[in-house]
Each structure stands twice: as structure tokens, then as C-alpha cells.
């Protein structure tokens, strides 16, 4: 096949094949087609080409999986090859000539991170040298570091006007002036509130560069959510490999006598960590074909294990009538706890196909719900009865708080799947909620960041 088929010729292609089967009728077919198209729009939106965009939304097709793998598997010679080795000729040359592009930028990207990491070190500013002060600045300025080189990427990919990149940039800003100019105590709570929100807060910024300025859209939203969880696991996977990487070179160099430990603490590990955060962005772009058949297994494999885990504890409590303690890093372990399975309903839902019809695991993501209902209530219940024994903190006001937003999410996705199940509301509808909800969540991360500090005398 000599370059790439014009986009109506492989629909045309995909549609007169599914009409020869008996199982699908023209009104299917059209449905079909539409969705087809809107997923082929998104796909090149996000950057891939019209015959890769068309081979990742064929595949993406889950209520015609066996025929879209018949599809695949007829036409593999003219068509499914090209998500692999690309077109002929010129086409192929310009195609490979911006991928080469996009991986220096990249690259590019990822080395100023890690330089800018390295950067405070020319004033005298070093993270090892167990300095209060040294310390306290990394942890205001860590997610800074990285996260609008990040914005970056994402502003370049979708080519974004001047009014969206002057949006990225004022929030960019305005984190970095309020940071860094709050008086904060070096070990007070309100730094370790701001180290932690201030990622969330600044995802946001990293998101509205994601969808290209479109933040306003239900689907795009949801293409971010999705996104979020497969940086997660890339990450994860680059950062087994680079822990490996560090400790076969630790071995290796020690066997002839070289300590390499300050080269690998200071300098491979935390710049390693910083740029790997943009590669890993890239490689989700550049493999989402890949990456949609883990989302599913991922969810299928590890909800059940945080139902599993959150009946048991409630079981033990009821069996053994032991109250949560109330001790602040009890209080702290439930809300990661809590934290991590909004995560997982949030990444299920990005990750199923909304068409499909309720079945069994729908049933059981609506049990790991209700698990983490029971769960966030009593936290909730111990820290306000922390906070009348012991009065109000930064920390408990921000569990409070936190508790608070997690119980509002969890809520909404219990009674809609409810519904869901019960066939009263398409599943779209569930998806909305958690679309509609996601901004909550970065506007309680700002106001922690913005206004706890001083709330609390920056201690």
C-alpha cells in the first residue's frame, strides 16, 4: 500500500464490512459510525494521524471486539501494519520527521526539569545538607519543578492560543509567588499541606494544557481522568526500572571499588524522578493503543482487592467493637486509604466502555462504594472527635475537609449506580458526575494552599 488510504475510504471500508455480518443492522451501523467518528476526532485532536486515529477507534470498539479483530486481522496486509511501521514514501518521511521532533522536545523538556531541580544548588541552596530551611523550600517548590514543563509539552502538542497559555502561566505564577513568599514555619503544618495539595492544585494548570484549552468539555475532562491514571502507571513502570537501574549500579561500580552513591542520590534519582514525569506524559501519548488494554485489567484486578480489604475491616470492627483510633496518623492512613479508591472508581469509569450494558462488575464497583461510604463516614466521625478533644489544627481541619470532599464524590457515584443498575440512567450519566465533580477537588487543593497558611499563622 502506497502511503495512507484517504480516512472516508477506511470508514467506508469498516462500515461495508460490518454490514455483511447478519448480527448488525444498518441502524447499529450508523450508531456505530458515530462513535467511530467522534472517537477518530478526539484521537487526532490528541495528536495521532487520521489512519492511526482510525485504527485505535476500530479497536476501541468493545461491543464488536470479535469483528473488529476479524477486521484487523483480514485487512492487516494494507491496513493494520501502518500503526507499526506508518505509510511509504513522503508521507512516511514527514511522519517520521515529526516524531523525531516531538522526542526532542521531549527530551528538552525533561533535561530542564531535571536541571531545574539542580538549579538552587548554584545559590546555596542544597536538599542534603540538612538544612531546615534548604528542606522547606524543595517541599514548597517540588510539584514547580516539573509540572510547567509538563504544561509545557501539552501547550506545544495542541498548539494552544495566547489566551489559554496566559491562563497556564498566571496559575503557574501565582503558585510559585505564594509559596514562596508565606513566612512558614520549616516544620509546621501548614508546609507539609501545602506539599501536598499543591500537586493537585497545580494539576489543574497541567490538565487545561492537556485538553487544549477545552476545559469546559464533559469528554475532555474524562480524556484527562484517563490519562492521569496511565501517567500513573507508566511512571510507576519507570521507576521500578530506574530504582534496578541504581542498584546494578551501585553493585557493579562497588565491585571495583568506586562509590557512586552521591552521584546516584543526588543526581540520577531525584533528576531521574523529575524528567521521567514528562517521558512518561509522552509515552502515554504516543502508545494509547497500548495502554487502553491495561486500563481494563488493571481495574478488573484491583477492585476487588480494595473490596475485599474494606469489607474485611469493617467485619473486624463490627466483630471486635473497636472504634478507629483517633490518632493523627491513623486519621492520615484512612484519608490516603479513601483517596486511593476514589482513584480507582475514577479511573474504572474513564476506563470502561460507556455503551456497554450493567453486568457484574458494575455490581461490585457499587459494593467498593458503599465499602468506602461506610469507611469515610466513620473517619469522619473520628475526626471530629479528634477535633473536640484536642481543638482545631491546620492538619485536622485539613483531614476534615478532605473527608468531607471524598464523602460528596462517593455519595453522588453510590446513588447513580444505583440507578444505573436498576436501568434508570445511562452510564454517561455516571461519567458526567465524576466530570462535573473533578474541579472540586482542585478548588479545595487551592484553598488549602491559598488561604490555610494563614488561616493557621504559618505554622
Known sequence: MNGEAPLEALVALWRDYLKRHRSVHSPDVEELEDHLRAEIATLTAAGLSENEAFLVAVKRLGNLDELSREFAREHSERLWKQLVVGGDGEEESEAETSRRKELLVVLGLASLAALAFKIPELFGVHLFARDLAAQAFYARNLSLFVFPFLAAYFVWKRAMGSGGIGAIAAAFAGAALLVNLYPFHPDGQT?????????????????????????????????????????????????????????????????????????????????????????????????????????????????????????????????????????????????????????????????????????????????????????????????????????????????????????????GAALLYVRFLRGKVAFTILERWQTTYLPVYFAWAWLVVALFPPLFGFR
Not at 494509547?288 to 477492585?303: D, G, H, K
Not at 474504572?348 to 457484574?360: H, K, L, N, Y
Request: aromatic share 10%.
Open 191 to 411: 508546609l507539609l499541606l501545602t506539599f501536598v495539595h499543591l500537586p493537585i492544585a497545580l494539576w489543574m494548570a497541567v490538565g487545561i494544557a492537556y485538553v487544549g484549552g477545552e476545559w469546559r468539555s464533559r469528554a475532555r475532562r474524562m480524556d484527562f481522568l484517563r490519562f492521569s491514571g496511565e501517567l500513573f502507571i507508566y511512571y510507576t513502570l519507570i521507576a521500578l526500572g530506574g530504582g534496578l537501574l541504581s542498584a546494578f549500579s551501585l553493585v557493579m561500580f562497588q565491585a571495583i571499588g568506586v562509590n557512586v552513591m552521591p552521584f546516584v542520590s543526588r543526581w540520577l534519582l531525584p533528576c531521574g524522578a523529575l524528567g521521567a514525569v514528562i517521558v512518561g506524559a509522552w509515552l502515554v501519548e504516543a502508545k494509547q493503543s497500548v495502554i487502553e488494554n491495561m486500563a481494563p485489567v488493571l481495574t478488573r484486578l484491583f477492585t476487588p482487592l480494595f473490596t475485599l480489604v474494606l469489607l474485611a475491616f469493617l467485619a473486624t470492627m463490627g466483630w471486635t467493637r473497636t472504634w478507629i483510633s483517633i490518632e493523627r496518623n491513623v486519621l492520615i492512613g484512612f484519608d490516603l486509604l479513601l483517596a486511593v479508591v476514589v482513584g480507582l472508581v475514577l479511573y474504572t469509569i474513564s476506563a470502561r466502555d460507556p455503551e456497554a450494558p450493567a453486568g457484574a462488575f458494575d455490581a461490585l464497583q457499587l459494593l467498593l462504594v458503599l465499602a468506602a461510604l461506610v469507611v469515610d463516614s466513620l473517619a469522619l466521625a473520628a475526626i471530629v472527635a479528634r477535633i473536640s478533644d484536642f481543638g482545631f489544627s491546620a492538619n485536622k481541619v485539613a483531614a476534615l475537609g478532605e473527608n468531607i470532599v471524598l464523602l460528596g464524590n462517593l455519595l
